[in-house]
Structures are given as C-alpha cells and as structure tokens.
C-alpha cells in the first residue's frame, strides 16, 4: 500500500502502491510472462520442423525444441500461480506475509535455476546416461524432465514457498479460500515426490509418474485455480465470499474424488491391473463436473452487478477461464479418455488437440486475469472499467489468443482424426502406418494450419505484452468501488 501521507499517482507505476507480497508477486509474474514468450517461440520452431524435419537439423532438434517448449509451460504456469498466492496473500490474511525476506531469496535462487535448466536443456544432452551424468541431463520423465539436481532444488523452493503461505494464515486471518489453498498446497508440492525416486521396472516408473502429472494437472493445479478465480471475482465484481467459497468446497470434493480414480485413464496401455479399464474410463467421465460448476459459478456471480465491475481485462480472462477450462480440460479431455476411443486416439495429435485446449483454457487465462489484476494496482488503483482508454489492444489480446488457439486445436484434432483411422484402425498401429499417416496430406495440411493459427497466437501474445505495459498509463480516473458497485 502507499505509504501513510502519500497520494498513489494513478496511471504510473509504483511499487509503493503495493504491499510486501504484491511486490514479490511482480517479480514472479515478470518472468513467467518471458517464459510464456518462450514457450510460444519454441512451440513455432517446433511446429516448422513438423512440417520441415531438416530444419535446423544437429543445430536444435525437434526433441529438444519440444522439450524447451513443454517444459517452459509448465514453469512458466508455476511462477504465474506462485506470484497469484503472493498476490492475494497480504489481502486474505490481513498481515504482512510471514518470512518474506526468504520468499524474496528463493525468488532469485529459483529463476536462476530455470536459467541454467534450460541451458542443459539446450547444450548438455549428449554423452553416455550413468549415475554420475544422470546429475547434469534430463532425467528422461516427459514433462519433468529436470536434472536431479534441479529436482532438488524445486523442492526446496516449494517448501519455503509453502511455509510463507501457511506461516501467514496460521499467525493472520482463517478464510475459506487461505484454508484450501494451504491444503492444496501440500498436496501439490508433496505430488511432485513421486516423480523423483527411480525404478528399474518401466511400468512402475510409468504408474508414479503419471501421479505427478495427472494429479497435479487434473486435481491440485484445478483446485488452485478454484482458489484465485473466487479471489478474482471478489475482487472485480465485489461477490459475496459466502458465495464462492461455497462453490469452492464443491470443486474440491469432487475433483478430488473424481481425479484421483480418474488417474486410471492414463494406466490403460502400461501393464496395470485390467482393473483400471473400468475405474479410470467411469471416473474420468466425471471430472467435467466440477468444471461446469465453475461456469454456473462464474456465470452467476457475473451477473450479480448487472456486469458492473472494477476490472474489464481481469474480469473477461476469468470469464474466459470458466468457459476454456469446461471445455479444454473437461470435453476435449472426455472425448478420448474411455479405453474404448483411447485405444485409437491415444499419442496421436488428437492428445495434443486436448492438451493444448486444455492448459490454456484452465490455466494460462487465470494467469493473465491476475497480471491484469496486478497492473491495476500497481498503476495506483486506477480506472480499468468501462471506457478505458486504450482498451482495444486488450480485447483484440483477448481475441487473437482465442482465435489462436482454438484454430491450432482445431487443426490438430483433423490431423488426430486421419491418425486414429489410418494409423490404428486401419493399418493397426504398425511402423508402416504410423509412416502412412504422417504423409497423408490430410495430416500435412492440418500442421500447415496449426503452424499458421500459432503465428496469429503469437501475434496475440505481442500485443498482450504491450497492452500490460501501457494499460491505464494515461488514466487519471480511480477505480470504481465496490461499494459503488453494490448500488450501480
């Protein structure tokens, strides 16, 4: 907050216009969004070898570009979500965050980390695989595929942050949205264990894995996300808490009785028990539930105010994230997890069609509500409803990203079609099939598509950038209040 005596100045930027957690959460949100940047780079040239396997051929390949690209995601939606805890911190405990020298320390020992990761990523993957070697290139698990040192190092990071988050609702103030988040936050960070120890037995290795990845994707990272999107109302639209906590209780018991047994779609085709055809196909139809009750609850709690609200930017990405996370995440995911369709659309681009769908719907637009959040801050509390000047370059953000991303989903889910039926069905899942498909110009012209759609995505992450470091500059309006709001 602006120190006693002093006027915030709106439209500039001014870190004395933030509390102590808001300005660690800046930092945090400054490098995911270069991540972010990367991530998107990577994903085009990754794309271009699709299309032109010898491009940049021995200089970067397609493996390590895939990886950067996947990778940079993941750690990119971690720095997005550590900085949104530190963001509503302060604000739902009602103290200074507890230890936020250390959260400061580890910030820095934390991006440097990334830094030199992606460094090994990139140079340090060649050379025989061995105890001592194991320490400096990738451990080989898709998604995280840290050195063990970096392993170590992530949770070690977690840790503090973790004892940051409970230090400060366990000394400050209990609300319902403090005491989910620290419980998910164990459950979170204590899931990323089980991809840490080594098993000889491939199936076993396969079977912890995927506990970090499905539960941290389709149970911890949801829950999370339930956490910020019922700060983010409450704070754009000025929604009673009574009101989103409760939906917030729903999400967590049902998400967390249906993702857990849901995890079985992902042992289907790795030698687990026959079992899991049954649990993980039935409880995985369940997982859209919670989903659809983040729609009615944003839907709801939007029209509270007749649509009034103090953020435009924030409240239309949380708006979105409702709408992307119901279908991204839960009937693009549901469309392929029955063992039934499974069986021809698993590893295929319909995969990818879901994944991407998926994490930009359900995380990267939460994300982006809270850097929209921050920036109104930070800039003093100024105007950013309607009227705003400016404002087109954050709807036309808003909509080249969506139109982006829906067209690359759309183009790998035709290319996924032309695998499942000539790849599985029709030749069996045999190397010359797999060939056959690749070539199939159906399959070709798809890639061509999602390479064009990522060039308007990318695009659209151009002028989100510029519009977050000119958005509200030349306001000299201050928000409107939530008082305000409840008599508009």
């Known amino acids: 907050m602006a120190a006693p005596g002093t006027v915030a100045k709106l439209g500039k930027l001014d870190l004395a216009n933030l509390n102590g957690g808001q300005k660690l959460a800046v930092k945090y949100f400054t490098v995911a969004l270069i991540l972010f940047g990367a991530q998107i780079l990577f994903g085009l040239l990754a794309g271009i070898q ?9 200089v970067m390949d397609f493996s390590v570009n895939r990886m950067v690209h996947i990778n940079a995601m993941v750690v990119w939606l971690l720095f997005g979500f550590i900085g949104s805890v530190y963001w509503l911190l302060e604000d739902e405990a009602g103290i200074p965050v507890v230890g936020l020298g250390l959260g400061n320390v580890i910030f820095w020992i934390f991006t440097l980390a990334v830094a030199v990761v992606v460094v090994v990523y990139l140079l340090i993957q060649v050379g025989p695989g061995n105890h001592s070697t194991r320490w400096l290139i990738i451990e080989g698990r898709e998604y995280i595929e840290a050195p063990r040192w970096a392993d170590i190092g992530i949770v070690v990071c977690v840790l503090a942050f973790f004892y940051n988050v409970a230090a400060t609702f366990t000394k400050g103030r209990y609300t319902g949205v403090g005491g989910v988040l620290v419980l998910d936050l164990i459950a979170l960070f204590g899931l990323y264990l089980a991809g840490m120890f080594y098993t000889p037995n491939i199936s076993i290795d396969q079977y912890w894995w995927w506990w970090v990845i499905h539960l941290w994707v389709e149970a911890t990272w949801e829950v999370l996300v339930g956490c910020l999107m019922a700060y983010g109302l409450m704070q754009t639209l000025g929604v009673r808490r009574k009101i989103v906590e409760t939906w917030l209780y729903i999400e967590v018991a049902l998400m967390f009785g249906s993702g857990i047994l849901g995890l079985g779609h992902h042992y289907f085709w790795i030698g687990t028990p026959e079992y899991w055809f049954t649990i993980g196909g039935f409880f995985s139809a369940l997982e859209p539930i919670p989903l659809v009750a983040m729609v009615v609850h944003s839907v709801f709690d939007a029209g509270a105010h007749k649509m009034k609200n103090t953020n ?24 392929h997890t029955l063992p039934q369709i499974n069986l021809y659309t698993h590893g295929t681009q319909w995969t990818a069609s879901h994944g991407h769908l998926a994490f930009f719907g359900a995380y990267v637009t939460i994300v982006i509500a ?22 087109w370059k954050w709807k036309w953000a808003m909509v080249l990203l969506n139109v982006g991303m829906i067209g690359m989903v759309m183009a790998m889910l035709i290319s996924g079609y032309e695998q499942s039926q000539i790849e599985r069905a029709i030749e069996g899942s045999t190397w010359s099939g797999y060939f056959i498909a690749q070539s199939h110009p159906w399959f070709v012209q798809g890639n061509w598509w999602r390479q064009v759609f990522g060039c308007v995505f990318a695009t659209g992450f151009v002028l989100l950038v510029w519009d977050l470091l000119t958005i509200g500059r030349d306001e000299k309006r201050p928000a409107i209040a939530h008082g305000e709001l409840a008599t508009a």
């Open 370 to 391: 809270f850097f929209y959040l921050g920036l109104q801050k930070w800039r003093g509390n100024v105007w950013m409803s309607g009227g705003l000047i400016g404002a």
């Open 50 to 58: 699709y299309l032109k396997p010898d491009f940049l051929f021995g």
């Open 312 to 335: 435009h930017p924030a409240l239309g990405w949380i708006i979105v994230h409702a709408f992307g996370n119901f279908f991204g995440a839960g009937v693009w995911g549901f469309m």
